[in-house]
């Protein structure tokens, strides 16, 4: 991801919760160049201006909410090609999320919880972590 000091790799975080941001922000730091926003329009802005390699949103925000943004970004030609990671408390995986894995456009359903414990190739457990 880095070459001799120099990060190769540009995301942009999106998480309107400043401890959220700070403990991912410190943990990605030495992987690859992180350039925060603290909403959804913020967000928007800057992928416009100047896109990144890929984004890591929360689902959930006041005004403009991860899902809102992924879907303007895709709807536009230049950024629909940029990899979008959603982020989300418990609840809002699976409620949420079932929209998104409704259309075979917007998410593949094969990245669900329920479809990896389904097809045998893994075993999500939020109490003890992955399991194989």
């Known amino acids: ?7 190769t790799v540009k995301l942009l975080l999106a998480d309107d919760n400043p401890l959220v941001r700070e403990l991912i922000v410190k943990g990605l730091e030495p992987f690859c160049a992180v350039e925060t926003s603290t909403d ?21 925000m006041p005004g403009l909410d991860g899902r809102q943004l ?16 959603f982020m989300a408390s418990r609840p809002d995986i699976e409620e949420r999320l079932k929209i998104l894995c409704a259309s075979p456009k917007k998410l593949s359903t094969a990245c669900t919880w329920k479809n990896c414990r389904r097809k045998g190739r893994a075993r ?6 992955w399991k194989r």
């Open 40 to 60: 959804g329009a913020d967000a928007l802005l800057k992928v416009v201006d100047a896109p990144p390699d890929v984004i890591l949103c929360d689902y959930k």
């Open 70 to 85: 992924f879907e303007k970004l895709r709807a536009r030609e230049s950024t629909r090609h940029i990899p979008f990671l």
């Open 1 to 7: 991801m880095s070459t001799g000091g120099h990060k």
């Open 124 to 129: 999500a457990s939020f109490k003890d972590g």
